[in-house]
């Protein structure tokens, strides 16, 4: 049923509505189609002659008839839809425009801000009159790296279309890269920032342990900096010997000193360059400095390099810092004790390298005590004056024994002895080159239990390196300047370094520090440090929530804040916190936050 309004022109041309009440049918067609076909009920007329009054005394004769007819409840429905139709036009739309991700960017900021690094780095967007949200930036970048880690031009995207930061809606690419210029340039103001942080969150007794380890990460690139610049050098030699103007070269970034360069890959891309970073920590994984050099820098070196920075930065705290084997070197040991103020250090030892320890450790006759903590283990000490001791310093030198760990060692040992006596009983003649001798000695981990006969006319096996080789299954050594210590002070600050390497591992892996595709060395170095931020706020965060980085994100990550715009009215709402993230935020001492907020009038 509808109100029809028919249009006629009179003789004299003028326009006039009818108006009728109507209803729609369908007509079948001769060809077996339907088409609709109105038919009017009841003709009321032309338009102009109606009024409202008359319209409202139609309605309501109708209603009587209703409520005559069919009885109170008809009519009422009937009223009810009636007023409905009568209100829609005059309704407020509800409309929903975005929504974004919220919860992760509410606990991570109070944490971000805790430390002190919104501080820092709003310092130097003032000293320096930064016309862009420079620390804003730098938070995005972050809070991208725990949430989900991309290129700077996809995060540019992702706080644009994704994230709920609105105070960086409007920055461009250009800013990301800007700022990692920025934040190379200020490396020192930050990483005292950090020093800070540590020392603020920290108690002495936990401050006073730094571990101390370094890595390598790999670059997407065929040439590492020195190859490029000979690349640019022959490129610009060729067009001099032409004696014609150079050619554009190809895409060159030459870093000077050169900083992406091959060596020991701990990464196992031994092919591509790489840089080496150096971390140090607290026992509890407290980011306290880090350092960044050439790929084919010594790790030895870098130690040195950072425990001078963290003297800097942690001064007036008694520091211990410990380290592995492939950093405790001999020399490198020597340097760190003329450091000052005297650093105490716990390092391993490289047991197939040390005379000392097989002097003073293993050959040494008698029983093993009991480890203090960890059961299977035993251990044995001696406490070496400054003449007996190899750095001219009073150490304690501390020896470990995994007794499962040893008898796996000594099973495989035992196999080996038997394909060497094997071997041996078909040929054991220096002069005969038989071929079971020649796979003897072809194979480095069975020649090494050869010798020779006095004569020199025969091999047999070396009795006495099988014995040293049983002396040392599962043993491991470490050496320590803490003489006036409990032994148990040492072996836990040695445990806490297998903390650092979950430090390379989260760096690596879900804070996504690799592959890197930057070739200047500034924008290398910011990239570093952002995920060394990155890696700062997700252990404060789990240290503080007492949960992993992915239970936090699981658990905060659903709330999503949602634009919503009622008439002319716009304006944020969240959504509720479940029980499991309200957790979370007490965990933290975070506020649950306004339920809306933003309201502002638009134009119709």
Request: one cysteine or more; hydrophobic letters at 40%; glycine letters at 6%.
């Amino acid at each position: 049923m509808f109100i029809r309004r028919d249009r006629k022109s009179s003789r004299k041309g003028e326009q006039r509505v009818y108006i009728s009440l109507a209803h729609n049918v369908r007509e079948r067609l001769p060809d077996g189609s339907t088409r609709p076909k109105p038919i009017t009920f009841a003709r009321l007329g032309r338009e102009e002659d109606l009024d409202a009054d008359l319209v409202i005394q139609m309605r309501d004769a109708l209603d009587r008839y209703l409520r005559k007819r069919f009885g109170d409840a008809v009519a009422d429905e009937h009223a009810i839809r009636e007023a409905a139709d009568d209100l829609a036009p005059a309704a407020r739309g509800l409309q929903v425009l975005a929504s974004r991700a919220y919860g992760m960017r509410i606990v991570v900021e109070h944490v971000w801000k805790s430390l002190g690094l919104d501080r820092a780095l709003s310092a130097i967007a003032t000293e320096h009159a930064v016309q862009f949200p420079f620390e804003r930036v730098v938070f995005a970048m972050v809070l991208n790296r725990l949430v989900d880690p991309a290129s700077k031009r996809a995060c540019n995207e992702w706080v644009r279309n994704e994230a709920w930061l609105p105070e960086a809606a409007d920055v461009d690419v250009q800013h990301f890269y800007r700022a990692l210029d920025l934040m190379d340039a200020h490396t020192d103001a930050i990483l005292d920032a950090v020093g800070r942080a540590a020392r603020e969150a920290c108690p002495d007794d936990e401050l006073a342990t730094l571990l101390i380890d370094t890595t390598t990460s790999y670059f997407e690139s065929e040439f590492d900096d020195v190859e490029r610049r000979q690349i640019l050098e022959e490129w610009e030699a060729f067009w001099d010997g032409r004696g014609a103007e150079p050619a554009a070269p190809p895409p060159q970034v030459v870093n000077d000193p050169p900083l992406r360069m091959r060596g020991h890959s701990k990464d196992r891309r031994p092919r591509e360059p790489q840089i080496k970073i150096g971390l140090v920590t607290t026992a509890r994984g407290q980011m306290a400095d880090l350092q960044l050099t050439a790929g084919n820098e010594s790790d030895q070196r870098m130690t040195l390099e950072l425990l001078r920075a963290a003297q800097r930065r942690l001064e007036g705290h008694r520091l211990v810092a410990v380290m592995d084997s492939g950093m405790g070197g001999g020399p490198n040991l020597k340097a760190i004790d003329e450091l000052e103020p005297k650093v105490h250090r716990v390092s391993a030892v490289p047991l197939r390298q040390s005379k000392a320890a097989e002097q003073h450790l293993l050959s040494r006759p008698g029983r093993w005590a009991k480890h203090p903590y960890r059961e299977g283990f035993v251990i044995r000490e001696v406490l070496l004056d400054a003449e007996q001791s190899p750095s001219g310093r009073p150490e304690r030198w501390i020896a470990t024994r995994n007794e499962a760990e040893a008898r796996r060692q000594r099973r495989v040992l035992d196999r080996e002895l038997e394909r060497i006596r094997a071997g041996l009983a078909e040929d054991d003649r220096v002069d005969g080159h038989g071929r079971p001798v020649c796979k003897l000695l072809a194979n480095p981990k069975r020649r090494k239990f050869l010798r020779r006969t006095r004569d020199g006319q025969r091999w047999v096996l070396d009795t006495d390196r099988v014995r040293l080789e049983r002396r040392r299954a599962g043993v491991h050594v470490l050496r320590s300047t803490l003489v006036d210590e409990p032994i148990e002070t040492t072996l836990r600050a040695y445990d806490a370094q297998y903390g650092i390497e979950a430090e390379f591992r989260t760096l690596k892996s879900p804070l996504k520090l690799r592959p890197m595709h930057h070739r200047a060395g500034r924008r290398i170095r910011g990239h570093v440090l952002m995920c060394g931020l990155a890696l700062m706020v997700a252990r404060e965060l789990e240290r503080r929530s007492g949960m992993s980085l992915d239970d936090v994100r699981r658990a905060v990550g659903r709330v999503r804040a949602v634009q919503i715009q009622q008439g002319r009215t716009r304006y944020w709402q969240r959504e509720e916190w479940d029980a499991e993230a309200e957790r979370v935020l007490d965990a933290l001492g975070v506020k649950p936050g306004p339920r809306s907020w933003g309201a502002e009038r638009v134009q119709a």
